[in-house]
């Protein structure tokens, strides 16, 4: 297996026209040992301000504890304890975020300017009750992969989708019902541990996908997204690695325009040798 990964996030079309910034986030990393990719799409709503500032702070913080999770763990212990250690580290990811969060916020607090649009319940608690994570608000989507396994962790909307090497589509993390329409469950929650979900698994896939909801709401069905995926995976499979990055990345302000009109945000892990 020689894994690679990438990740892109571009401001939506919507979001150009308003003058609004991008609130989505991406990372991604991949040395001779791991691959790992990172989603985080920041809240749209009035009352989160500093959805922006939320998204990076997410996705720092799940590649930085993902990375020293792979590096660290028992391969063996965690084959017969996946659900137990993974949720140690959402937990920590969790508890990471909140820290960067609030180092920001002490740093830069809240104008009048940026809580001039906020609801007086917003502003009760983040002005009197310095309760201010949810001004951050995102969801996450990420994934790792070595030689011996993979796994993928998400809280929020947005979805993954896993190729095998025989070419079938799955989406392995399980949807959660609380995301619809415009509600999602989020990193800013206070039940946020109880709402991340996971998989993992021993038999690799040949690509693993995530998309910001940007990406899935350009599409009619998941056939169609799927459709999406099988054109990228062709092109990174007949142009340079750099090259099909960058096709992908003028293609997105395309998607996002005729579509969703939202950020759009993907990243992925590819096994290059299948």
């Known amino acids: 297996m020689v894994a690679k990964s990438f990740c892109l996030s571009v401001q939506g079309s919507s979001h150009i026209k308003r003058n609004k910034e991008c609130q989505d986030a991406s990372a991604c990393f991949f040395d001779e040992k791991s691959a790992i990719a990172v989603v985080c799409d920041g809240h749209g709503g009035?009352?989160?301000?500093r959805s922006a500032y939320g998204s990076r702070f997410a996705a720092d913080a799940a590649l930085d504890n993902i990375k020293g999770f792979v590096s660290t763990v028992n391969e063996e212990e965690l084959v017969h304890n996946a659900k137990k250690m993974i949720a140690t580290l959402e937990a920590s990811i969790i508890s990471s975020w909140n820290e960067l969060v609030y180092r920001h916020y002490r740093e830069h607090p809240f104008t009048e300017d940026e809580l001039k649009g906020v609801s007086e319940r917003a502003r009760k608690k983040y002005v009197y009750d310095e309760k201010?994570?949810?001004?951050?608000?995102?969801?996450v989507i990420a994934v790792a992969m070595t030689k011996s396994y993979w796994f993928g962790i998400h809280i929020g909307d947005g979805k993954c989708v896993s190729i095998s090497p025989d070419g079938d589509f799955s989406q392995p993390i399980p949807w959660d019902e609380k995301c619809f329409l415009n509600a999602t469950t989020s990193i800013c929650d206070s039940n946020a541990l109880q709402n991340f979900r996971s998989y993992f698994s021993?038999?690799?896939p040949s690509a693993v996908f995530i998309g910001s909801d940007g990406i899935d709401d350009c599409f009619n069905s998941d056939e169609q997204l799927n459709n999406l995926y099988k054109t990228v995976l062709y092109s990174f499979s007949t142009t340079d690695f750099q090259d099909a990055i960058s096709g992908l990345e003028d293609y997105l302000p395309r998607l996002s325009a005729k579509g969703s009109g939202d950020d759009v945000s993907i990243a992925a892990i590819l096994d290059m040798d299948s």
């Open 46 to 49: 009035d009352d989160y301000v």
């Open 202 to 204: 021993t038999s690799l």
């Open 132 to 139: 201010v994570e949810s001004a951050y608000g995102t969801t």
